[in-house]
């Protein structure tokens, strides 16, 4: 994903742009421009990339997973985005996005002329109906409670019940292309939370018939949609008269689905798959010498974990020592250098690096390998119902060799019993997630959507957060979490959910194991490096491909 007006404003950009720089993107799109008119690259050049099959039908607010958001990435452009490589804030369908003195009231002034891909034109109408739709609880939108900061989100997404209207109080148009925000509280780093998938614009034809439209998606963005064969082929073309600051620089994407990560990765070494999301565990110690200049290596803002299913009987009222203790049966160190082969960092917070917020050492104790003690903790939590756990996870990505070494580890440090539990694909095991029907813990991967330590933890750990399908509650997290999206500044809203973290650290919600890097190649059609953004996917924007 991806100034300002206020002296405030923009001393918040800075401050996200100084924590971001630890990641993101690669810096060459200038020469790529260069060779471009040298006539090196083709312009109208397909590339290919590798793709699951998304969990959901393709409206934008029911994308909760990195497969289907990558999608919709390409075919919506939201109000802002971030600059790749410092996090700062910039904007892409909005002219402005500005604050009332308390960050309570938000004015959006879009930029004019830009239109969907069926002609409409994208006005302030498109933006408040598709937010007034999506966080409408009928709707059933997976990620519906991003809205929830909104003034009267509670009359069309009640807890219990019918909602009480169609539309939120909070969201007002001025003319075509200003709107207003009122939110139910100050949130001082709104803007940024804006350049997430879910707050797309929506034309009139989706209202017609939304399940259709999920089907065949007509977004504002800088690739049109074409089709999608499932479980197969997701096909997206350059739109033309795309209006945005990322234009792309070729002529579409093929994203191609694969059930397994060998498969993809032999693809990409024979030069048939331009682009994989991660290198097979069987190749890691060598795919830097198969692949040679092909091959990338670089750190993006992703945390993985393993997390109990609270609402089952066996974690229902555990004491968060039991999972203290499994943390500490884990060797993280070991495993990422030998089973990962030096391809991730052991994790010491629930915010992953290059995130604004994240400290260093958050989680200590708790994530430090140490058998004697995680034993005589899981002893005074009162054991493991069973003495048995296992570990949800997808099987068409590589995630069994560490699922399987993290078992033995925790086996040998404690004598708990410990399996993997394999779904057939990543849309299965969220399903499986969403339903309540995890047996025991799931493998959990959360990647950044904004650069604010509050997107790992708000939007994962909160009550009422999309992402928390886990049955996690906590009422003194909650409260802190209120408190830091109140406070008057985002130094102090960092600051506060910081102090959240460590409820969280004694809570265990979940394990971090380790912070993920982009293991990944390219195939010898593309030209120069491939760019990268803070949240590990390419900016698909900016491959080119070379003339054949």
Known sequence: ?????????????????????????????????????????????????????????????NQKESQGSRVIRQVFSQLVGYEPGTGKLTYVNAESVTPNKDSSVWTVKLKPGWTFHNGEKVTAKSYVDA????????????????????????????????????????????NDNEFKIELSGPVSYFAYKLGYDVWSPLPSEFYKDPKAFGEHPIGNGPYKFVSWDHKKLIKVRAFKDYKGPDKPKNGGIDFKNYTT??????????????????????????????????????????????????????????????????SMAIDRDTITKTVLHGSRTPADSYVARGVLGYKAGALKEQVTYNPTKAKALIKEGGGVPGNKISIQYNADQDHKPWVDAVCNSIRKATGVDCVGDSKPDFQADLNARDKHQVKS??????????????????????????????????????????????????????KLYQQAEQVLAKDMPSIPLWFYKVNSGQSNKIYGKIPYGQDGDPIFTDIQVKKK
Not at 26 to 35: I, K, Q, V
Not at 296 to 319: C, G, L, M, N, R
């Open 441 to 494: 813990m799931y493998r959990g991967g959360w990647v950044l959507d904004y650069p604010v330590n509050s997107n790992f933890m708000r939007d994962l750990y909160g009550t009422t957060a999309a992402g928390n399908t886990s049955g996690y509650s906590n009422k003194e997290f909650d409260k802190l979490s209120k408190q830091a999206d109140e406070a008057p500044t985002l130094d102090e809203t960092v």
């Open 261 to 326: 990560a060998d498969a993809a990765y032999s693809d990409l070494r024979s030069n048939n798959l331009d682009w994989i999301e991660q290198v097979p565990t069987t190749a890691l110690t060598n795919y830097k010498s198969d692949l040679g200049k092909r091959a990338i290596d670089q750190e993006y803002s992703a945390v993985q974990s393993i997390v109990p299913a609270f609402y089952t009987k066996q974690f229902k009222d555990i004491d968060p020592k039991v999972i203290q203790g499994l």
């Open 1 to 61: 994903m991806r100034g300002a007006k206020s002296a405030k404003w923009v001393a918040m950009a800075a401050i996200v742009a100084l924590a971001a720089t630890a990641c993101g993107g690669d810096g060459g799109s200038d020469s790529g421009n260069n060779d471009m008119n040298k006539g090196a690259a083709d312009p109208n050049g397909i590339l290919t990339a590798q793709l699951s099959e998304p969990q959901n039908p393709l409206q934008p607010a």
């Open 131 to 174: 937010w007034n739709w999506a966080a409408n609880t009928k709707n059933n939108q997976t990620n519906s409670s991003w809205f929830q900061d909104i003034k009267g989100y509670e009359d069309v997404h009640p807890a219990k019940g019918d909602p009480k209207a169609d539309k939120m109080s909070g969201l007002k148009v001025v």
